[in-house]
């Protein structure tokens, strides 16, 4: 047993909630995460079998496919205890670190998609090391707010390198084996800009017009919680209608160029035994929109990709397009709302 104390440097805290209570706290309660660095704490596997993690240079065009495989991840040590706080408002909460090692914190620091890995990481493990007391917390609708570290002092850790290092293995062993439901890869990534808009309310979706096959029926009373909305097999997308503008109409004196919408999309790997019908794939797809139903989903099948936009006018939809490539043999796609959540579920077979 190696035991060591470190001083962990703060970096950026994580704002999230419980969705589950634990300690007498009730579902909704803050929760804040220090995310911090050590040089104790060990690198990620080397980029490459030729040289040694050390000396890995920073290129998320390698990263990203060796986080698809699962074959590349940020160690993260976990403090041993959650600890009691309170907000700005005086109600109480909690508060945790995560502490990494400074070099893959200046990657995150450098890419923002290879920071909302990290960040979901963060969830992932601090769920792990409590799973006695049932940690559960929201992966979806998270901030950062405007601090380095939650709590008077920074705290010191000692912590048994080795053995937080076996826990990890053993988690990437569980995570593996028995769920299918752990985001792999990240897409492109958004987080909650605001540290008070958690509490949003997610809407049903009612409608995706250009990719529903028949109108989706609301529950009713005690309907089921998911719902499918679509069974259907690739065809080529429909052409995006031209808009006619004449040159004699009258021009706009005040305007504003249309905002991009922010898509998030998140890429889980499925095995054959995860699902009856054998996916492949699960997208999860959220993003600001307010309404669901806004979603824009085409099908391309001569260049095998899945068109992702929006409806909302009030997005740029030349801007907001996310060409997601699909694999060459996709036979059938499968839209799924569950309405406890705030993300759209694609599964691709």
């Known amino acids: 047993m190696v035991r060591q104390k470190i001083t962990p440097k703060p970096h950026l805290v994580l704002k999230t909630k419980l969705l589950a209570p634990i300690r007498g706290l009730p579902v909704g309660t803050k929760l804040f995460i220090n995310v911090c660095t050590n040089d104790l704490v060990p690198l990620p596997p080397p980029l490459t079998p030729f040289t040694p993690a050390k000396d890995d240079v920073f290129?998320?065009?390698?990263?990203?496919?060796?986080?698809?495989?699962?074959?590349?991840?940020?160690?993260?040590?976990?403090?041993?205890?959650?600890?009691?706080?309170?907000?700005?408002?005086?109600?109480?909460?909690?508060?945790?670190?995560?502490?990494?090692?400074?070099?893959?914190?200046?990657?995150?620091?450098?890419?923002?998609?290879?920071?909302?890995?990290?960040?979901?990481?963060?969830?992932?493990?601090?769920?792990?090391?409590?799973?006695?007391?049932?940690?559960?917390?929201?992966?979806?609708?998270?901030?950062?707010?405007?601090?380095?570290?939650?709590?008077?002092?920074?705290?010191?850790?000692?912590?048994?390198?080795?053995?937080?290092?076996?826990?990890?293995?053993?988690?990437?062993?569980?995570?593996?084996?028995?769920?299918?439901?752990?985001?792999?890869?990240?897409?492109?990534?958004?987080?909650a800009q605001d540290e008070d808009d958690l509490d949003a309310n997610k809407q049903e979706l009612t409608s995706l017009d250009n990719l529903l096959a028949r109108p989706m029926v609301k529950p009713v009373g005690n309907g089921p919680l998911i719902q499918e909305i679509n069974d259907m097999t690739i065809s080529p997308s429909r052409p995006e209608p031209k808009v006619e503008t004449s040159k004699n109409a009258p021009k706009s004196t005040l305007h504003e160029p249309k905002p991009k919408l922010s898509l998030d999309i998140k890429v889980v790997k499925l095995s054959p035994e995860h699902t009856e019908l054998k996916y492949k794939l699960l997208l999860q797809i959220s993003s600001n929109l307010t309404d669901k139903s806004a979603y824009k989903l085409d099908l391309n099948k001569e260049n095998s990709t899945l068109l992702i936009s929006t409806t909302d006018s009030k997005y740029d939809f030349s801007k907001s397009q996310v060409h997601f490539p699909l694999p060459m043999d996709t036979e059938q796609i499968r839209v799924i709302n569950v309405n406890s959540e705030a993300f759209l579920r694609v599964y691709i077979k």
């Open 59 to 191: 290129d998320l065009s390698v990263i990203l496919p060796r986080v698809m495989d699962d074959k590349w991840e940020i160690p993260i040590l976990t403090s041993p205890d959650l600890r009691m706080d309170k907000d700005k408002s005086g109600n109480l909460s909690l508060v945790t670190d995560c502490v990494i090692n400074e070099k893959p914190m200046n990657w995150c620091l450098m890419s923002k998609d290879l920071m909302n890995i990290l960040i979901d990481w963060c969830f992932e493990s601090l769920e792990f090391q409590y799973d006695s007391e049932v940690l559960v917390v929201d992966h979806i609708k998270y901030s950062m707010p405007k601090m380095s570290y939650k709590g008077k002092e920074v705290q010191e850790m000692e912590i048994d390198l080795e053995s937080n290092e076996l826990q990890r293995k053993e988690y990437e062993r569980i995570k593996t084996t028995l769920t299918d439901n752990e985001p792999l890869g990240i897409l492109e990534s958004k987080r």
